[in-house]
């Protein structure tokens, strides 16, 4: 059964400089019980994707397009449905866990607010939740009335994710949830964002940049480009044998710890303009595989069969 | 390079355009007076309490004069205290706001208490005391406003030469060893245009609402006819309210204010970008 | 880098008590400054400080002093004293209240003004409160539905609001309530020789004829606020906590609360630095509406030429605008104390 189910999703949106082409076409899933990664680079339209699924980017936005979540479409539903879904049946952890919360209110009450605008669950109940959450997470329990600016940023993190999973929702979305931190950290928060979704019995959509890292406990892997989805495939086909040349060039833009020294390749060129609109494949300029139909013509889209959008696959 | 892109702010949004338009007719009937008010300001021939006809556009008030012609007149004091005072601010403004920031140290502290001792006192009941002890005239009256409001100006002016004193252009010169003078002259202050816009704007606003209000508990020069006397007469009539007599008497000259004002306000708006 | 709890908050505890400390010695600077002021004045001022004491001579019922009564009368009120010892019983004169004779009275001024105080503060304060609570109201509406009907609808409403000067605006709202309408009383702070058969009959009177000066100054005050509301509230709206807010589904008014809460402080600083307006709109507001406080009693003074009251009502409004302002930065430090922790 699918969780979430993105179809042709484009989003625009309306700037002082022109329309921005964030999403173009995007298809993707998300089923019970799996862990899916979105990888791409900044303006690869990653994060729109993830804050339109919530509908927290509204303003000045014209999308087309359907996002199915548990079969029911939550694109055109009315304010007070979007609400009770989200937080409740859509949890989120957002990229930057240091300024998420309300620095004038300690972490117990906006846990209970969490719990008390969905649920009608009583107070003993509540807090025996929300010291569970924490515990799971490593944080005591005691210092639920700390306030935010009390804890690290690691620890932070940590409650976000305590708290995206409070209610038990179906789908947890997080939002970069490695990117703040240091590389020590990122390993462990992304072990803690397995265990968290298991135990809690949710499906899981990670939005990235860092392939290697993310990948680690991924089923499936999407990978992004210029708005669209250039490739996608379990996390054996994308890493071990990556079709895109988009895919390729970054699994090979990584620091291996290896004996002999190795060469780490970067992805030359800088990424496409949202506010242009090409006729051909956006990733032209920086691909090594380039031909003269990559220029003037669209590739065809990834769909249930064509796992990559590329002309030379 | 910085005039040229305030008129262009102005000139580009709805609001500045209807401000400045409001604006550009109080100047030119405030210029323009004697030859388009029908009659002279102390002119009190005609007979009191006229209705609006032909020969008064507005009637006449108790003593017979036309009150068209004291709105027109109005104008022109109420622009005059403007001008007067925002350029006072500003000047004095400017200099201390400039000097503080760009010297520092104790003398900038000890210019801020001073300035910040003076921001605290309330100004009306200290207006209404030097009033009572002086006589009403109304350089008194510019004298008095801007003297109580070049320290806001100061303050804001002196926030802004200590951004820019460390701004690149500035230290620069500093460091290449221009003097003083020109490192202000010509790098700080022509920074500081947008500043002195508002400054201008925000004192006239205050200088024309005070003035009409002094005006309006008496403290008008009478030999300027203005609008605050105007409703001070109007209210002070016993029945005003009775007869028809306030909508040509007391309701233009408010208006006047109200719109006067309102240009300054939108002008003020829209250079500040708000939305 | 955890911060643990007992030290952060003493940290913020010790450094706000001595900024608190720091506040509270400016405003008795300035005060001190504003008596001095006071002091001063009639002694520079033409005429003398005997004008300031009996009034001048050219006023309806001049007292008469030749030469000799002249001097005597100098040296009654210690005017030919070394002027530092003029100052130190000055000084002390305020501190026990006593700011002499009012010469259209005659009575102890420190009476008047105490009889009047209390009217001026009751519509000062309740427009001050009604106006901020609006001006939040509003404001925080306009940013919640920015872009939309009410929001454009205020932005254009508030700037006019702004340009009417307070006394015009008054003079219309008695026009259409009190004339036209008769639905309030258009003079005075209660009904003159009124007998009251119960308490409730006499606020409810006192609240009539409060009724028309406070919706004048709360329309001329609320703009104020609204503007200030709006725009800090539409900064804080798209922070990361309120975004998250919204993700975790909380309901519109819990994340209206949370906004609330931290647009505050300017709110509180705004409220205190418009009571120092707040007090001349005052004088206007009663003189329109002939409402018995503070503001009518400056006016008339200063038509009487009334020296001593005039210098007392100013140092004691003066008094009232420090003491809000200080109250306001007290308020305003601790809230702003928990938001700067990190």
Redesign the interface.
């Known amino acids: 059964m699918s969780i979430l189910d993105v179809k042709s999703l484009t989003v625009d949106f309306n700037g002082r400089d022109g329309v921005h082409h964030v999403l173009k076409g995007v298809d993707l899933s998300v089923y019970d019980g799996e862990i899916v990664g979105l990888i791409g680079e900044s303006g690869s339209g990653k994060s729109t994707l993830a804050l339109t699924a919530l509908d927290l980017n509204g303003h000045d936005r014209a999308m087309s397009g359907d996002i199915r979540f548990m079969g029911k479409s939550i694109v055109s539903i009315d304010r007070e449905s979007m609400r009770k879904v989200r937080g409740r049946h859509i949890g989120f952890i957002p990229q930057s866990a240091m300024n998420a919360l309300d620095p004038l209110v300690t972490v117990k009450k906006q846990f209970l607010e969490t719990i008390r605008d969905h649920t009608d669950m009583p107070r003993s109940e509540a807090l025996r939740l929300i010291d569970d959450s924490l515990e799971a997470v490593g944080i005591g329990p005691r210092r639920a009335n700390s306030f935010p600016y009390e804890f690290s940023g690691g620890q932070r993190q940590r409650m976000m994710i305590a708290l995206s999973m409070l209610l038990g929702p179906e789908l947890i979305i997080a939002d970069e949830p490695t990117t703040a931190l240091d590389v020590t950290l990122q390993s462990r928060i992304v072990q803690l964002l397995k265990d968290s979704a298991a135990k809690k019995h949710s499906s899981m959509l990670i939005i990235s940049h860092d392939l290697h890292t993310i990948s680690r406990i991924c089923d499936r892997i999407y990978i992004m480009y210029a708005g669209r989805v250039v490739e996608y495939g379990t996390r054996e086909e994308i890493m071990g044998r990556p079709e895109h040349p988009y895919t390729r060039k970054l699994l090979s833009s990584r620091l291996h710890v290896m004996a002999e020294p190795a060469r780490v390749q970067g992805i030359k060129g800088s990424p496409p303009s949202t506010l242009k609109v090409y006729p051909g494949c956006e990733f032209y300029d920086r691909c090594d595989e380039r031909a003269d139909v990559c220029k003037a013509e669209r590739p065809p889209g990834c769909s249930r069969t064509a796992k990559v959008s590329c002309h030379r696959r | 390079m910085h005039r040229e892109s305030i008129l262009k702010k102005l000139s580009s949004s709805p609001q500045g355009i209807i401000g400045l338009s409001i604006l550009a007719f109080f100047i030119i009937l405030a210029l323009a007076a004697p030859l388009v008010a029908p009659y002279d300001p102390t002119d009190m021939s005609a007979d009191p309490f006229l209705r609006p006809s032909g020969a008064h556009w507005l009637g006449t008030d108790d003593v017979g004069k036309d009150i068209l012609t004291v709105v027109i007149y109005g104008s022109r004091t109420s622009l005059i205290v403007a001008l007067a005072v925002s350029v006072t601010v500003l000047a004095i403004g400017t200099a201390v706001g400039v000097f503080s920031g760009y010297v520092g140290g104790n003398i900038d502290r000890a210019f801020m208490?001073g300035v910040?001792?003076f921001l605290?006192?309330?100004?009306?009941?200290?207006i209404?005391?030097?009033?009572?002890?002086?006589r009403p005239g109304i350089w008194n009256v510019v004298f008095i406003l801007a003297l109580l409001g070049w320290p806001v100006s100061a303050r804001i002016t002196r926030a802004q030469a200590i951004t820019l004193k460390s701004a690149g252009h500035v230290d620069f010169a500093r460091v290449s060893g221009g003097p003083d003078i020109y490192v202000i002259g010509k790098h700080i202050i022509p920074d500081l245009y947008p500043i002195m816009a508002t400054t201008v704007v925000m004192q006239s606003i205050r200088a024309i609402?005070s003035e009409?209000?002094l005006a309006?508990?008496?403290l008008g020069d009478p030999s300027f006819p203005s609008w605050?006397t105007t409703?001070k007469y109007?209210?002070g009539y016993p029945g005003i309210?009775?007869t028809d007599a306030?909508m040509w008497w007391?309701l233009p000259?408010?208006a006047c204010?109200?719109?006067l004002?309102?240009a300054f306000?939108?002008v003020g708006?829209c250079l500040e970008g708000d939305? | 880098m955890t911060y643990i709890k007992t030290s952060g908050a003493r940290r913020m505890d010790k450094a706000y008590r001595k900024a608190i400390l720091n506040r509270g010695l400016?405003?008795a600077?300035?005060f001190f400054?504003?008596l001095t002021?006071n002091f001063f004045?009639p002694r520079v001022?033409?005429?003398g400080p005997l004008l300031s004491i009996f009034g001048s001579q050219n006023s309806d019922l001049p007292v008469v002093i030749d030469d000799a009564t002249k001097l005597k009368l100098m040296d009654y009120y210690h005017l030919n004293d070394p002027l530092h010892i003029q100052f130190i019983n000055y000084l002390i004169d305020t501190a026990h209240l006593n700011f002499g004779y009012s010469i259209y009275y005659n009575i102890p001024v420190v009476d008047i003004i105490a009889g009047r105080l209390p009217w001026t503060i009751l519509l000062m304060g309740s427009a001050l409160l009604i106006s901020t609570a609006l001006g939040v109201y509003l404001g925080l509406e306009s940013s919640w539905r920015r872009g939309k009907a009410i929001d454009r609808a205020l932005?254009v409403i508030m700037?006019?609001l702004?340009?009417?000067?307070?006394?015009?605006l008054g003079?219309?709202i008695?026009?259409i309530f009190g004339?036209?309408l008769g639905i309030f009383p258009v003079s005075g702070g209660m009904t003159p020789y009124a007998v009251y058969s119960s308490p409730i009959r006499m606020i409810a009177d006192i609240a009539s004829h409060l009724a028309l000066p406070l919706a004048c100054l709360v329309i001329f005050e609320i703009t104020g606020s609204y503007l200030l509301v709006r725009n800090v509230c539409t900064q804080q709206m798209e922070r990361p906590y309120i975004v998250m807010a919204v993700a975790r589904g909380l309901k519109d008014r819990n994340i209206r609360k949370h906004v609330l809460k931290n647009s505050l402080t300017p709110v509180v600083n705004q409220a205190a630095a418009m009571l120092?307006f707040l007090?001349?709109g005052a004088?206007?507001i009663e003189?329109?509406f002939s409402y018995p406080g503070m503001g009518l009693l400056?006016?008339n003074s200063?038509?009487e030429?009334d020296?001593p009251v005039?210098?007392a009502?100013?140092i004691v409004?003066?008094l009232c605008?420090?003491a809000c302002?200080y109250a306001a930065d007290i308020i305003s430090g601790y809230i702003d104390g928990r938001a700067r922790q990190d």
């Open positions: 208490r910040d001792i605290m006192i309330p100004d009306l009941p200290l209404l005391i030097l009033a009572a002890y002086l609402l009409s209000g309006f508990l008496g605050g409703i109007a209210i309210f009775f306030w007391l000259a408010g204010i109200s719109l004002v309102l306000v939108l708006q939305e | 400016e405003y600077l300035t400054i504003i002021i004045l001022m033409p005429g932005l700037p006019v702004k340009s009417i000067p307070v006394f015009f003079s219309l008695i026009f004339f036209r120092g007090v001349g004088i206007f003189t329109v400056v006016y200063f038509l030429r020296y005039l210098q009502a100013f409004m003066s605008v420090l302002n």
